[in-house]
Each structure stands twice: as structure tokens, then as C-alpha cells.
């Protein structure tokens, strides 16, 4: 498998931003994001420039109608008229490509319109307050997933409470939604699962039928991961595929959807059904042009499948050519080169270590961890810190040998012919 890596910079202009993107992006292979890039970063200085808020009107803006129409939809109650719309997907097409800091200089700018600036030409009525306070969440809200994503768990948690204090008791619109989802994707951040059942189950209870579809199926992917780490994997099957039902066609989104029902395949023991799920989500989510942590989830649970192949961690165990093996280890180890969010590198790391406690490489094995248990500790990523310590464990035994998972075996056994399972095997 190969892969696009992005950039990571840190900027708090659109100025710095090309500033600092000049000498990497000029090398680029990907020329054509290249350019996405800096016609995003040109109409961020322009954000920057207003003092009224106005929707672009360039032919930068309309040189990425397309790249645009690839990210999927995020608002679905604010007007589509609104003068903050385009700017908010522009941000959006900036996280997409990888690029979250460029994503929080257009976000700063429109807070900076929509907050002081604003409030400075006087008092409104009542309906363009409320939708006022309703964009500035939003702003606060996407602040919180970027925060998320790189790891600034407080920070993120800090957003996202903001964003529900300028709505206060609105309606269930699109800030309110992007700040709950978002606190619910930080439990999952902390592995603190419990609670991510009681969330995500409390929300698609109070909305039903308020979700639009990529909600919903937010929600009922959350709900997955959280049963599928509580090991009630059909019922986490089950929610993803309801996920995976509501998105229809192919999606950015549906390729990360298939990543989790793979790695719960794996979990059972079920390597037919992983294989194909890791492979289908990594064509999907480069046909779709997901965002790079899917491609490097796709890559690291493809690689966990093979390992457990050569372990005889299911049953029966599956025969993979050394080519492929050996394919396998060589992505894992340009992901590990690559600038992953923590969460994401933790988890190659651990797989990883993984590989090479099978490989007898225990010195190696050994240096993964120590980093992996360091970020999991950095960010409370306890889930984490539970399979360091594991691995740690069965390192520093005697003979550090592997024994294969006969609870594996059996799970897989018990539900071989589920077809939730069967569905997931059948991908192409």
C-alpha cells in the first residue's frame, strides 16, 4: 500500500501559513492539492482582510467547486445563502486535505467578524442573534475537533463547551450537534467507553428523527466502537452497519466506517472478514480522498490482520504470501515516517511492537512501546496505556513467546456464519 502523507504546520495567518508551506509544498508530488492548498490559503487572507462578513467571489473560490463537493456534508440546517456557509466548507476542504491549521485561520477570521467586530456595529434583532450565535459555535465546535485530533484533549473539551454556552437552550441544529458529537468523540479519545454507549444511545434517543444522515451515522459509529471495545461485538456490528446504511453511496465517511467493522472482525477472530474490510476501506478511502488517519487506520489494521495470520490468532488460520507480508511491514514502517495525529501513531506503534514481538525482535519491540506508552500517557488515551502495559507484560516474560488467542478462535467459531460478518467479508 502506498500513501499521500500532509503536511503539518502551525500558522495563526493565512501569511505564515504560505509562509511556512512555501519550501514542503513546493516539492510536493501531489501538485493538484498543492494548489488546493494555496487557492485556500489566498482566500483565507481575504477572510482575514473584511470587515463585513461576505461570501468569496473569486476565481480562486471557483477553482474548488470540486474539490469542495468531495468533502462530506457537515451543515444541514444552516442556509445555504448564510454569507458564513462557504467559509465554513472552506474550512472543512482545509481539514480534509490535512491542513488543520489553515482550517483555524479561516475559523479565527470568522469568529473575529462574527464576535467583536460584529457586536461592535451595534444591537441586532433577535433572529440574526441567534443565527450569529449559532455560526460562532459552529467555529468553536470545528476549533474542538481540530484540538481533538492533534491531541489537545482539554482544549478540544474547552470548545466544544463554549460552543454549547453560546447556544445555550436552542434547538437541536447543526452547532448543537458538532459540539455533543464532539464531547462524545473525546470519551472515545479517552477510552472512556461507558460512556460512550450512554452518550451516543441518550442522543439518537432525544433526536430521533432530528438527524440528518451523517449524524445519525456518526452516532451509531461511536456507539460501535464503544461496544466493540466492551467485546459485545455483533451488537457493534450491527450499529455500524446501520451507520453504514444511512451514508449511501460511496463516501469518505463510509471508508471509515468499514475501517471499524474490520478491526471488530479482527477482534472475533474472523480474518476473512477483516481482510476484506481493511483492504475495501483503503481503495475507498483513496477513490474518495478520505482524510489521511483512514488510509493510515486501513494500513495499521491490515498489517494487525497479517500478524495475526502468522500467529494462528483464528481459526482457521489463513496462509499469506510472503509478498504480501512483507508489503504489509514495509507500509507499517513508512506510516511510522509519516506526521500522524497521536492517537493514530500510538496505535501503529503498538502494532508495531506487536509485529516484532512475533519477529523475536524484543529490543525493538521494546523502543514502540516506550513511545506509544508515552503518547497514551501524554493524552490519556487509557484503552492505550491498557495494551502497552499488555505487550509490556508479555515482553519481559521468559521465553517472550506468543501463545495463540484461543478466545478468538472460539468467538469466531460461535458467530462464523453471522451475517453481519458475511456482509463485511463480501466487499470488493
Known amino acids: 500500500m502506498t500513501s499521500m502523507t500532509p503536511t503539518r504546520i502551525s500558522a495563526s495567518s493565512a501569511s505564515e501559513w ?20 494555496v487557492s485556500l490559503a489566498f482566500l483565507a487572507a481575504t477572510l482575514e482582510r473584511q470587515s463585513t462578513l461576505t461570501a468569496p467571489s473569486s476565481p480562486l473560490w471557483e477553482g474548488l467547486y470540486d474539490a469542495l463537493a468531495r468533502v462530506p456534508a457537515q451543515l444541514v440546517h444552516l442556509l445555504p445563502t448564510h454569507p458564513a456557509q462557504p467559509w465554513l466548507r472552506l474550512s472543512a476542504l482545509a481539514e480534509f486535505l490535512g491542513e488543520p491549521s489553515l482550517a483555524g485561520v479561516i475559523l479565527n477570521a470568522l469568529t473575529a467578524l462574527l464576535g467583536e467586530h460584529d457586536t461592535a456595529r451595534g444591537p441586532h434583532d433577535d433572529a440574526y442573534e441567534a443565527e450569529r450565535c449559532e455560526v460562532l459555535a459552529i467555529c468553536w465546535a470545528r476549533r474542538g475537533r481540530i484540538a481533538r485530533v492533534a491531541g489537545a484533549l482539554d482544549d478540544a473539551q ?13 434547538p437541536w441544529r447543526d452547532a448543537r450537534l458538532a459540539a455533543e458529537l464532539g464531547l462524545i468523540n473525546l470519551s472515545v479519545a479517552r477510552g472512556n467507553y461507558p460512556l460512550v454507549e450512554q452518550q451516543c444511545s441518550a442522543l439518537l434517543a432525544s433526536t430521533a428523527g432530528l438527524l440528518a444522515p451523517v ?4 452516532a451509531y459509529q461511536m456507539r460501535a466502537i464503544a461496544r466493540r471495545k466492551r467485546r459485545r461485538w455483533l451488537d457493534a456490528l450491527l450499529d455500524s452497519w446501520s451507520a453504514y446504511d444511512q451514508l449511501g453511496d460511496a463516501s469518505a465517511h463510509r471508508a471509515e466506517l468499514v475501517v471499524s467493522m474490520a478491526e471488530t472482525a479482527l477482534e472475533v477472530g474472523d480474518l476473512y472478514a477483516a481482510a476484506a474490510g481493511f483492504n475495501n476501506a483503503y481503495r475507498e478511502a483513496l477513490a474518495t480522498g478520505a ?40 507500509s507499517l514502517v513508512a ?12 496505535y501503529a506503534l503498538i502494532t508495531m511492537a506487536e509485529w516484532q514481538h512475533r519477529e523475536q525482535d524484543i529490543a525493538g519491540a521494546h523502543t514502540h512501546l516506550a513511545e506509544a506508552g508515552a503518547l497514551a ?5 487509557f ?23 484461543a478466545r478468538r478462535a472460539s468467538v469466531w467459531q460461535e ?11 463480501a466487499l470488493v
Not at 500517557?377 to 488515551?381: T, V, Y
Request: one cysteine or more; aromatic letters at 4%.
Open 383 to 405: 484503552d492505550y496505556q491498557f495494551r502497552t502495559d499488555t505487550l509490556r507484560e508479555r515482553l519481559s516474560a521468559a521465553d517472550a513467546q506468543h501463545t495463540p488467542s
Open 291 to 330: 482524510q489521511f488517519r483512514v488510509q493510515a487506520a486501513a494500513i495499521t489494521g491490515r498489517a494487525r490482520t497479517i500478524n495475526s495470520c502468522l500467529l494462528g490468532d483464528a481459526a482457521p488460520v489463513l496462509t499469506v504470501p510472503a509478498e504480501e507480508i512483507e508489503n504489509a511491514r514495509q
Open 415 to 425: 458467530h462464523e456464519r453471522h451475517p453481519a460478518l458475511v456482509r463485511l467479508a
Open 158 to 170: 474547552a470548545c466544544f463547551e463554549e460552543a454549547l454556552a453560546l447556544i445555550g437552550s436552542a
Open 335 to 346: 506510516l511510522l515516517s509519516a506526521p500522524l495525529a497521536p492517537r493514530e501513531r500510538a
Open 215 to 218: 449524524h445519525a451515522a456518526a
Open 377 to 381: 500517557a501524554e493524552h490519556d488515551f
Open 18 to 37: 504560505l509562509s511556512a508551506a512555501a519550501v514542503p509544498l513546493s516539492s510536493a508530488s501531489d501538485a493538484h492539492r498543492t494548489e488546493q492548498l
